[in-house]
């Protein structure tokens, strides 16, 4: 899509954005922390999909907004930015300091290129002027290239997941082979408890059953979806990768979402993302017909998350 396409395409959706986006007030100006025309919403949302299309790794992470503070993230996948400054100025000394390490990476291989900028094309989304027309050219700009789409989670978000693949170790009373006692569990604990924390190991991957663990983690985080009464940004983008054709592909250590040319699919385009958001009730937010659209989509059943507190 060039630019003039993208400008048509925002315009023809300009009065439909405003509509059933109340809660943002494009025509009023926008919010106190993303003010502007819509001209300039216009203008930062085709900034975003310029740089998100090209980006070297073909992938983009989605999450909360934590992941954009991730010094190990940042540095390996970059950020989509359509400025020179991250979006919270809290991470400016950050990305500064993890710009000069990808230098200094760059010269000990004596690369004959640059180091790929920190700001511009990157996987994790980081704007100024942000705006749900903002958001949508982030996911469209990665749906027409193809790319596959990863679900990261923020620290707190790591720790849940951690304690669902891990299980207690139980240690040897006696690390002579000849005696192969073991000590109860529950005094395992205790002990390890006292200096700093029960041992611990990963659940082999043969024995757990993946998309049942990522069930349990959307079922005791619910505002992945969720949070005082409206939709996170994230089931916004989740309904988007369902309209356009791609499917969720589970693993023990990631969720991501894979193009499926053969899955029911619409023309990427706004006027479609917006159709397909209003008649979820994104708009009124319809808790109950958003939350069993997106469990039917990654879990096939959308009774799965019924009964979560949100």
Known sequence: MNKQEFYRQLAECSNTYDKDNQWFGFQSGGQ???QGTWEDFILAAWKIY???SPNQLQLILLGDTKIRSDPSLLM???????AKSP?????????????LERRKI???????APPVKMMGPGSILSAKRWSP????AFVLGGIR??????????????KVWHRLTTRPVARRANPNPANRSEIPAGIVAKHTEKFGGVKSEHIPYKELNVKETWLKLFQEVPRLLWENGNPRVFARELVGLQLFGYEPIFSHIELGFKYNQKAPQQAPTFKNYLKGLHELGFQDRNKDAIIKNIAKYIFDDENALAGVAY
């Open 106 to 112: 760059a010269s000990s291989l004596h690369y004959l």
């Open 32 to 34: 106190s922390w993303s």
């Open 133 to 136: 027309a903002l958001n949508d």
């Open 50 to 52: 310029e740089n998100v």
């Open 76 to 82: 390996n996948f970059g950020l989509s930015s359509n």
């Open 145 to 158: 290239k193809y790319q596959g789409f990863h679900f990261a989670l923020n620290e707190d978000e790591q």
């Open 87 to 99: 979006q919270e100025d809290k991470d400016k000394v950050l990305v500064s300091k993890l710009m």
